[in-house]
């Protein structure tokens, strides 16, 4: 609660509490006013990979993930083939805001339409389904001067659905900028309500 921007009085439902903002400094950018070191998008699980390969030999299961299926059909996914892949996973007890981890321009927003599965790693190394893939989810693609461009893929879950986003084609970010959330209603630049979930990275071919 030390970290937390109001009073725990402020907060109407257990909902309020869990999308709650922190204090102002409570999560320190690194290397603000260099844009070529990106930061971590969120308190969460961690896992980076140098290339899908990696990922699917270490982690992603799934029969049919590819950074294609990711990405879905009205993005070209070619600048992104072999790149470095890097999955926030948050846990229902993190704080659950998700934060830009690069500067740059939002060059597109894209809404895929999908399934709700859950996305905790039992399910995410299934043999029967790629929930990355088969889930609903939003695409930001982020043009930058120091990693070409970068996809920010924010993946739908069990009770947490639609995707709204609060910023727009052609908006200036910077990083450690809060991103999004996502709850029963909508996803926006902002947080996660109640429940777990998470956002994949995706790199250009040796930029990171």
């Known amino acids: 609660m030390a970290e937390v921007k109001y009073p725990l009085e402020n907060f109407k ?4 509490f869990f999308i709650r903002e922190l204090k102002p400094g409570a999560r320190p950018i690194s290397s603000t006013g260099h844009d070529d070191v990106a930061v971590c998008a969120a308190d969460s699980r961690l896992m980076a990979f140098r290339n899908v390969e990696d990922s699917l030999r270490f982690w992603i299961k799934g029969q049919r993930f590819s950074i294609h299926g990711l990405l879905g059909k009205e993005i070209s996914s070619t600048a992104f083939l072999d790149g470095s892949l890097v999955i926030f996973r948050l846990a ?6 998700f934060h830009l981890p690069v500067s740059g321009t939002i060059e597109n927003f894209v809404d895929i339409p999908g399934s709700l599965y859950t996305v905790n790693p ?12 088969e889930n609903k989810r939003a695409v930001a693609i982020i043009s930058t001067r120091d990693f070409g461009k970068v996809a920010f893929v924010a993946i739908g879950a069990t ?3 639609s995707i709204t986003f609060t910023k727009k ?14 709850d029963s209603l909508s996803l926006q630049f ?3 309500s ?4 998470t956002v994949i990275c995706v790199f250009e071919k040796v930029s990171i």
Do not use: W
């Open 169 to 182: 084609k052609g908006d200036h970010i910077q990083k450690g900028d809060e991103a999004f959330y996502l």
């Open 13 to 16: 439902t257990f909902n309020d």
């Open 194 to 197: 109640f429940g777990g979930s």
């Open 92 to 97: 229902p007890q993190d704080y659950h805001r």
């Open 190 to 192: 902002g947080y996660f």
């Open 122 to 133: 039992i399910a995410v190394n299934s043999k029967y389904c790629n929930v990355f893939t």
């Open 159 to 161: 009770m947490v659905g």
